[in-house]
Each structure stands twice: as C-alpha cells, then as structure tokens.
C-alpha cells in the first residue's frame, strides 16, 4: 500500500507541474514519464522494515517509537540493517561508493574462478560482482561491514599468559603393595596343634598370636640350642651357641619363641606363631590337627594401609606424563570422594592390542576404603607450571598440515597468521610461536571469515594466473612479426 501512496504523490505533484508549465506558455511536458520515474524513486527509497535504534532484535513492518519516545530506524532494501546509523537509500549509497572507490575487477557471482575486467552477466543472467581497490590486498587479510560482523557474531579475545592445565584421564583398578605382603609357611614337617579366632578378612597386629606348632625338627633344633646355652662346657663359648641358635633362625622359629627359651632355659613342646606385620588376614589355611608340609602356605597376611592404582594411558600420552605427578583417583564405588596419589612407575611396555602402557600410582589407604580389583579413575594433572602464551582452543583453524588464527586488526580487517601449537587444557591451547601476547585473536565465527577470505584469494589465484597467461599470449605474438 505504501508505494501505491507514493506513486499517488507523484502524480499530483506531476499534474501540478504540468499545470505551470502550461500556464507559462511553455509547452506540457509528459506525465507518464514522470509519474513512472517518481513511483520507481519511491519503490527504490521505501524501507523495507524499521528497528529498535539501541540495536535490540526488536523489529516493525510500520514506523514505530521505542518506550520512552524514541523513533525505530528505517532499513532500506539494500542497507545494513546491523550497522548504528541510520540507513541510507540503496541509490545514494551506491553513487557514493562509486564515486569514492575505483573497480578492479568483477567476479563471478557463484563463486567460480571467472573474472572479468568489465561488468558481465554469467550465464544464468546473474551480474559479475565488483572488486574495488583495497578488497583484495596482498597480505590475505580481509575486510568486512560492521553489519556483518555483528551478524556473524565474531568476537575476539587477547592472547594471554595462562597456566594450562591438562588432565590425562585413564581407568585401572587397585592392586595390593608386594611390598607389603606376607605369608606364614612352614620350612619343616610339623603338625598344627592349635589356631587362633582369626579367619580370613580378620584385621590383626604385628606379634599377634596365630597357631601353635608342633615340628620334630624345631623341636630337636631348640633342645640342641639349650643344651648348649646350659652346658657346663660351652656356654661360655659363643660360637657353639651361635650355631645353634642359627639353626633354629634357619627353621623360621620367631625370635620371641627363642628369647623364651633363653631365659626358661626349657623347650617348648609347641612353638607358637604370631604375625609377622599389621594387615588383613588374605588367607587361612591352618586348619587345628592337620599336617603341614615343607613350603605350604598357612597364612597370608597383607598391609593395605598403602595400595597401588594400575591405570592403563594410552599411548599418545605417555610423552606427557613423568614419574613423580600427582594424580587425583576417584572410586566408582564412593561418588565425590577422591585419593590423592603419586605415579612411582611407568612399566617400560606397550599393550600392542590396547595401544596403552600401564602406570603405577601409591594411594595412602588409612580407612581401607580401596580393595583389591576395585575399579578406579585415575586424573593425572600433566599441565606445566609455568604460565604460557595461549588462546582459545576453538580460534585454530586446523587444516591437519598448518594452524592458524585470525588477528582482528580492527575497523573490520581480519589477517591469518600460521602458528605453532603446544599443550592443549581447560579450552585453551598453548601458542609457541606466531603470534605474541596481547594480540587480538578471533575466538568465534572463525570459518565464516575464513571462508570468505579463501573464495576471494582463489579468486584472486586465479585472476593472476590469467594475466600471466595473457600476457605470454601477447609476447608470443610480438615476437612472431617479422
């Protein structure tokens, strides 16, 4: 409805100038003409839509005021409906561009390798866009609106120094200290006389009493030995008491039994067996009356005060990861509670199935929360330091062969610069060189702008390599006279 007023306008303002002309003497000019002239500046110079003038997504089909009295913005068919000024007629902004910047060249519309020194159409009748100086500079920098900029939501963000912290993370499950194991076996036919209220999963003591023993061999081993402490003739030569007493060590009979001895000046029928260290009871194969063998096992006893963790990492991380790290462990079975660990050894193997390498972490266990097999995660912190130069990780335009970043160079410009990258955490990577700190460094919208600079440097390829074949054309020619 809006034109239709328009082109009413004009034609009364036509008729009305044709009405003075005639009353001059002076001979009518046409109406049509102007009335068709007049409705096309009107269609041409209509704006499409109105918006919020503080740049809020707040738009009207017809003019409107803000709350406190303020008019909306016209947008016309080709201004920029994201810039801060009011738009500008698509005619006048044209002229005035026209009239600023000279033409270099215009491109093909698709975006096909096809330019062209003079306005052309393609073959779908579409125009040739024009290339005007300064859009294609050499350093493959390129320029964008302030409307596009804001559409495209691009932001940027200062390289800074930072403390990147990396987490390897890998599963394992937690294994007794072989250190801390101990088992009670027999080094002489014996016989099991009497075992103590101790069953397996019992928690006992260091000297805590086990079984009662009875050993032909311990037996004779201890007579021997106080009869040589008692004799009249040997007991003040130490290397005959020494030798007995070896014997009996030799046999595994606890120095508490042979200190007995020593003061009763007797041989116990039984020997009695106590734990040789603080633990769980593992395993309990005393059983009262039963033979034992040389070398059967009747107790295993284990300290779990003190556990390992076996992660499995994986390959690629093991360049990070050095003995000494702490590492933070998490149980499956206690949600939110962590252990504090330390790595002690990187086992010096690759699973070739898994691709992983095992590692050792010593976790303190006081509460003996940690069981064997138990399933863990393991949190290895492998972030150095010392802070370092880095970005935002979704800045790098990763080709696979080269890293780049975008520099925001203001008013628009945007240039690539190569980088060299480091240690990636926390959504940041480390920038060993390329760039320094403090410069302004593109974190969003990245592939848009790279897009867009891509299409006009192959533009600009080829261009180029038409000029050079163009002139080798022109050479060939000249040197063909006679």
Same mark, same amino acid.
Do not use: C, H
């Given at each position: 409805m809006r034109p239709l007023r328009w082109a009413g306008a004009a034609a009364a303002i036509a008729a009305a100038a044709g009405v003075a002309w005639t009353a001059r003497g002076l001979p009518p000019r046409p109406v049509t003409a102007a009335m068709v002239s007049a409705a096309q500046a009107a269609e041409t110079t209509a704006p499409i839509y109105y918006r919020d003038p503080d740049g809020k997504p707040l738009y009207s089909a017809t003019p409107k005021q803000t709350p406190d009295g303020r008019d909306y913005l016209p947008?016309?068919?080709?201004?920029?409906?994201?810039? $801060?000024?009011?738009?500008?007629?698509a005619n006048a902004k044209?002229?005035? /561009?026209?009239?600023?910047?000279?033409?270099? %060249?215009?491109?093909?519309?698709?975006?096909?390798?096809d330019t062209s020194p003079v306005p052309k159409k393609d073959s779908m009748g579409?125009?040739?866009?024009?290339? %005007?100086? $300064?859009?294609?500079?050499?350093?493959?920098?390129?320029? +964008?609106s302030p409307g596009k900029i804001q559409r495209s939501g691009v932001k940027s963000e200062a390289a800074q120094?930072?403390?990147?912290?990396?987490?390897?993370?890998?599963p394992g499950t937690i294994q007794l200290d072989e250190r801390r194991v101990s088992v009670i076996a027999m080094r002489a036919e014996s016989y099991v006389q009497k075992v103590a209220d101790v069953t397996t999963g019992s928690r006992v003591t260091k000297g805590q009493p086990l079984m009662e023993v009875y050993?032909?061999?311990?037996?004779?081993?201890?007579?021997?030995?106080?009869?040589?402490?008692?004799?009249?003739?040997?007991?003040?030569?130490?290397? %005959?008491?020494?030798?007995?007493?070896?014997? +009996?060590?030799?046999?595994?009979?606890?120095?508490?039994?042979?200190?007995?001895m020593e003061k009763s000046r007797t041989v116990p029928i039984a020997i009695p067996w106590s734990s040789p260290r603080d633990g769980i009871v593992l395993q309990r194969a005393?059983?009262?009356?039963?033979?034992?063998?040389?070398?059967?096992?009747?107790?295993?006893? /284990?300290?779990?005060?003190?556990?390992?963790? +076996?992660?499995?990492?994986?390959?690629?991380?093991?360049?990070?990861?050095?003995?000494?790290?702490?590492?933070?462990?998490?149980?499956?079975? %206690?949600p939110g509670r962590t252990f504090a660990g330390q790595i002690s050894v990187i086992y010096p193997?690759?699973?070739?199935?898994?691709?992983?390498?095992r590692v050792r972490i010593d976790l303190a266990n006081a509460d003996l929360a940690l069981l064997p097999d138990m399933y863990v995660d393991a949190e290895i912190d492998t972030g150095s330091a010392a802070p370092v130069l880095s970005v935002a990780d979704n800045s790098i335009l990763d080709t696979g062969s080269r890293q780049t970043v975008l520099l925001d160079r203001g008013n628009g410009r945007f240039e690539p610069r190569e980088v060299k990258l480091g240690r990636h955490g926390d959504g940041y990577v480390e920038i060993r060189g390329g760039i320094a700190e403090g410069d302004a460094v593109v974190t969003s919208a990245t592939f848009l702008i790279d897009a867009e600079s891509n299409l006009k440097a192959a533009i600009k390829g080829f261009a180029e390599a038409g000029e050079k074949q163009a002139a080798g054309g022109s050479e060939m020619m000249d040197g063909g006279k006679p």
């Open positions: 947008v016309f068919p080709e201004g920029d409906a994201q810039s $801060g000024e009011p738009e500008q007629p044209s002229a005035a /561009a026209k009239s600023e910047r000279k033409v270099k %060249y215009y491109r093909n519309p698709m975006g096909l390798a579409m125009d040739y866009i024009p290339v %005007y100086d $300064g859009d294609d500079s050499d350093d493959g920098s390129i320029t +964008l120094m930072r403390r990147i912290r990396t987490l390897v993370r890998a050993s032909p061999a311990i037996s004779s081993a201890a007579a021997e030995y106080v009869a040589t402490i008692t004799s009249k003739a040997t007991a003040g030569i130490e290397p %005959y008491g020494r030798g007995s007493k070896q014997r +009996l060590t030799n046999l595994d009979v606890p120095e508490a039994v042979i200190v007995d005393a059983i009262e009356g039963m033979r034992a063998q040389p070398g059967d096992v009747l107790f295993r006893i /284990a300290d779990v005060s003190v556990v390992w963790a +076996l992660v499995d990492v994986a390959e690629r991380d093991l360049g990070n990861i050095v003995v000494g790290q702490t590492v933070t462990v998490r149980a499956r079975s %206690y193997q690759v699973n070739k199935e898994t691709r992983t390498a």
